[in-house]
């Protein structure tokens, strides 16, 4: 019996220039959907990163307004500690030469003595020091810049950072793509004698 030939696979000079053409036509997908996978994983990295370090930064700083009392000095107090528990912490992406690489977390003080009841410069800075109202029988919370803290409502800080992620496709291909941007917020309380992440459903500046 004849054993079946294999020719129908053996290489030709058509048959590898067929191959050598959809390899050229499929590389570059290839390419842009691992470029694209990096890019998206690296997002998800950055976000978590920088979320991560607000809550840093809100904790320490509310913690330490709440131990020193509300005053002039304690508040600034309060900034100078978020700041450092910020920086203390990366986020990658933030160097255009180097995007793989993660630098500190920079928080703006946003400090305006005597400009509200908080010395906050902006009710939207990134570092604002307010006070927690509770309503709906403690379901709802809501930040006030404008208000102090005392009474029923609780010292609180909230901290907001938009910073540029850049791509890696200029470090690993040499292709310049416009950078992204990322924000994450975060709110820090004093409940129950311990300073806690809160999910705020409400942020205002006018509060009664």
Same mark, same amino acid.
């Given at each position: 019996m004849?054993?079946?030939s294999?020719?129908?696979w ?5 048959r ?6 959809i390899v ?6 290839i390419?842009s959907?691992f470029?694209g996978?990096?890019?998206?994983a690296?997002l ?5 990163e920088?979320t991560?370090a607000?809550d840093a930064?809100v904790l320490s700083g509310v913690?330490?307004w709440s131990?020193?009392g509300n005053s ?16 203390a912490?990366?986020v990658?992406g933030?160097?255009?030469n180097?995007p793989?690489?993660?630098? =500190? ?8 003595v005597?400009v509200?009841?908080?010395d906050?410069?902006? =009710?939207?800075g990134e ?8 309503s709906?029988?403690g379901?709802?919370?809501t930040f006030?810049?404008?208000?102090s =803290?005392?009474g ?9 950072k938009?910073v540029?992620v850049h791509s890696i ?8 793509v416009?950078p992204f941007?990322i924000?994450?917020?975060s709110v820090g309380?004093i409940?129950t004698?311990? =300073? ?11 509060c009664p």
């Amino acid at each position: 019996m004849k054993s079946c030939s294999n020719h129908w696979w053996k290489s030709s000079p058509e048959r590898r220039g067929v191959i050598t053409l959809i390899v050229i036509l499929i590389f570059p997908v290839i390419m842009s959907l691992f470029g694209g996978m990096v890019d998206l994983a690296r997002l998800w990295q950055a976000r978590t990163e920088l979320t991560t370090a607000l809550d840093a930064a809100v904790l320490s700083g509310v913690k330490t307004w709440s131990e020193g009392g509300n005053s002039t000095a304690n508040r600034s107090d309060a900034r100078d500690d978020a700041l450092e528990a910020a920086a203390a912490n990366t986020v990658v992406g933030q160097n255009v030469n180097s995007p793989s690489t993660a630098e =500190p977390v920079t928080l703006n003080a946003n400090e305006g003595v005597g400009v509200d009841a908080n010395d906050n410069a902006s =009710p939207d800075g990134e570092l604002v020091l307010g006070a927690l109202q509770t309503s709906g029988g403690g379901t709802i919370y809501t930040f006030c810049s404008n208000s102090s =803290p005392g009474g029923s409502s609780s010292f609180a800080i909230r901290a907001r950072k938009t910073v540029t992620v850049h791509s890696i496709w200029k470090e690993l291909f040499g292709v310049n793509v416009a950078p992204f941007s990322i924000t994450a917020e975060s709110v820090g309380a004093i409940l129950t004698g311990e =300073p806690k992440i809160i999910h705020v459903q409400v942020i205002s500046s006018t509060c009664p």
